[in-house]
């Protein structure tokens, strides 16, 4: 819940110095969403595209640019402060509107790694495509450029997906965060029989 609200709090405060948004824009639909119900007969589907965001922030982790994919890997309880400048800036061609600065506790150093070295590092897949997922979320990025933090990392689930008739041959690796709630899971016992319930350590 931390970490859900740490994130949320960070872009609300960067698109507090974003542009405000009337009318119709480009590539945004908005709809009404109606109450859904269990005697809808009408199956919704969301095709889920993102909107390319040309006004992206500079993220700098005690001092170090990176990028804004390490927020769905830090440890919110080992930031000290974060501070927003809206001031642009040019970093290797690239230009950045406004900066973001995070600067961990003082007892804390976070591992950073892209997605492509962790599985270069933990797991013996080679070949096939891969899938990256962060807790069941898909992430839909360069796995060489997205940075998480090794050290909230609880664990790594490995599975190969294969289906001969769809001509799917690929990895799947979802990374489980140390999050509170993750945290709680991973001491639950569940035991199945006539009756299912869950003991927690």
Known sequence: MKKLLFISTLLL???????????T?????????????????????????????????????NGKLTNESIL???????????????????IDNIKYHEQLYIVTKSTYNPKLISLNNLKAKYTNLKKNSTVFKI??????????NFIVDEKF??????????????????????LITKSE?????SKEIIIRGKDEFTLTK
């Open 13 to 23: 405060v960067i698109n507090t110095f974003g542009q405000k948004l009337t009318g």
């Open 25 to 61: 824009v480009p590539g945004l639909t908005i709809t009404n969403h109606k109450i859904a119900s269990e005697n809808d007969t009408i199956i919704k589907v969301i095709y889920k595209n993102g909107i390319e965001n040309n006004r992206k922030p500079a993220y700098f982790i």
């Open 72 to 90: 769905r890997t830090l440890n919110p309880n080992e930031i000290a402060t974060f501070n927003v400048e809206k001031k642009n800036i040019e």
């Open 135 to 144: 807790d069941d979320d898909i992430i839909n990025a360069e796995y060489d």
């Open 153 to 174: 990392i609880l664990k790594i689930i490995v599975e190969k997906i294969e289906n001969k008739n769809e001509k799917l041959n690929f990895n799947s690796i979802n």
């Open 181 to 185: 709630e993750n945290i709680k899971k």
